[in-house]
């Protein structure tokens, strides 16, 4: 098993899609600044330097870093340099927290790739991993544990039309 670490916006909004294409587990949580424990509220205040993000746990058997890439590529905006759809701030904006230079090499080639096919320069911050921590338990899951609240959080965000 291998991790991957990604901030994509709202943590609850790309939960699920990973879930559709066989990676084993996936945690919502913080990584990216340096306070140890950071809470929710003082993450979404922008106060540690956190983003909100998601740690992938997968089989490469089954699929592979690239792919994970592309499924968050697909699903976020990557072109969005102050957060995503309704949600702003810097906890909010796009990276890919690399553990590997494979990982890192992988990353900057999609990255590079979407920016000639697009015309437009790309706004995901590529940056090596040092942390990551565990979201509260209500963040886990929620939109199992919350599905209507979920759904109006997609329609509302502009996720889903």
């Keep these: 098993m291998r991790t991957a670490y990604f901030a994509g916006g709202c943590f609850w909004c790309i939960t699920p899609i990973y879930k559709l ?3 084993d587990a ?9 306070e140890k424990d950071p809470t929710y509220e003082d993450v979404k ?3 540690t330097g956190h983003r909100e993000t998601l740690m992938l746990s997968y089989d490469p058997g089954v699929i592979s870093y690239g792919e994970l890439l592309d499924i968050y590529l697909a699903n976020v905006d990557p072109f969005d340099g102050e957060g ?7 906890s909010y904006t796009l990276a890919v927290y690399y553990e590997t230079e494979e990982e890192k090499s992988i990353a900057s080639e999609k990255i590079c790739a979407l920016e000639e096919e697009s015309g437009k320069k790309v ?9 990551f ?4 338990e209500y963040h886990q899951d929620y939109y199992l544990k919350n599905p ?3 759904e109006k959080e997609m329609v509302e965000s502009g996720r889903r039309h």
Excluded: H, M, N
């Design 21 to 23: 294409y066989g990676v």
């Design 26 to 34: 996936v945690v919502c949580g913080y990584s990216g600044g340096d």
């Design 45 to 47: 205040a922008q106060r």
């Design 84 to 90: 995503q759809y309704i949600d702003k701030g810097f």
């Design 123 to 131: 706004q995901i911050s590529l940056e090596a991993f040092k942390s």
């Design 133 to 136: 921590y565990r979201a509260e």
């Design 148 to 150: 209507e609240e979920f």
